[in-house]
């Protein structure tokens, strides 16, 4: 469970170390041009490199303009773990109360950081509902082969790479399958989260989530039972960050790759070995 904990604040973008054929819709960077056919997805998966703050201020912007519009239906967050729902909260509610309603952990996430999005939410009227895999069930998740044969081989394969170097090759190799079910349950909770928050005829649910959970062909979108169309998924990407190299090629991972100023270079595999040094 340590070791899950640490894995959620590396970059999504640290992805296996193979040659980096990502094939997107469009890239750009600025998001406004394809406004419009953000707000036309039942649907919008909008992803981030969890430490980059360029993200966190886009998506705000992308928030504020569905509220504007008022096609705003949910907020689905990554960050809170399924049941957190701010529903029945009045608008005028206090951060307090929308934490102690999402069942917030500071300790795993930085409440300031999503703090404006989840509280521009709040103050409209719109639930932001928890989707991640609760802790208690990660587990059984863990020990369920059902996972494996879920996605196609390719996808399955792009999983377990992923797991690696998102924890800088330093796990046993037998904890590898079980984690990658453990995130394939993850995906699959936030998609069904998504399903009961959608509202067709009134708007767009929206997802924040790390990059790795928005590709189309292994994240959150191979878990929605949605017509091709109704689902819209953004790709964050600092600009000296890596993508999702060795993903599987058989669709574009997302309509929309934005391209984000570049962030001073840390070494995060450092920082991993030593965040887990102490339980060793």
């Not at 094939?23 to 056919?37: K, N, S």
């Not at 998966?45 to 705000?60: F, K, M, S, T, V």
């Not at 069930?137 to 992923?162: F, V």
Request: hydrophobic residues 45%.
């Amino acid at each position: 469970m340590l070791v899950l904990s640490a894995c959620s604040t590396l970059p999504e973008g640290d992805a296996p170390a193979s040659a980096n054929t990502a094939v997107f819709g469009q890239t750009d960077t600025d998001w406004r041009p394809h406004a419009e056919a953000m707000a036309k997805a039942s649907v919008l998966l909008l992803g981030e490199q969890h430490d980059a703050p360029e993200h966190a201020i886009a998506q705000l912007e992308i928030v504020d303009h569905l509220l504007e519009q008022q096609r705003l239906a949910a907020l689905v967050l990554e960050m809170a773990e399924r049941g957190g729902s701010t529903a029945g909260l009045a608008r005028n509610a206090s951060e307090t109360q929308v934490q102690q309603a999402l069942r917030w952990s500071s300790g795993a996430w930085p409440w300031e950081r999503y703090r404006p999005v989840i509280m521009a939410a709040v103050s409209h009227g719109v639930s932001v509902l928890g989707g991640n895999l609760p802790r208690a069930a990660m587990q059984d998740a863990m020990q369920n082969p059902h996972w494996d044969t879920l996605l196609p081989a390719a996808e399955w394969k792009y999983q377990l790479q992923a797991i690696e170097a998102g924890h800088c090759h330093m796990l046993p190799a037998e904890t590898v399958p079980g984690m990658a079910r453990i995130q394939l349950a993850r995906d699959a909770s936030m998609a069904a989260t998504l399903e009961q928050a959608m509202q067709p005829a009134h708007g767009t649910a929206v997802l924040i989530a790390g990059n790795g959970h928005v590709i189309r062909n292994a994240g959150v979108p191979a878990h929605l039972r949605l017509p091709q169309g109704d689902t819209y998924s953004v790709y964050f990407q600092v600009e000296n960050g890596g993508g999702p190299a060795g993903a599987p090629q058989d669709e574009m991972l997302a309509e929309l790759r934005v391209l984000t100023p570049p962030l001073p270079p840390v070494d995060h595999c450092e920082q991993f070995h030593q965040r887990r040094a102490p339980a060793q």
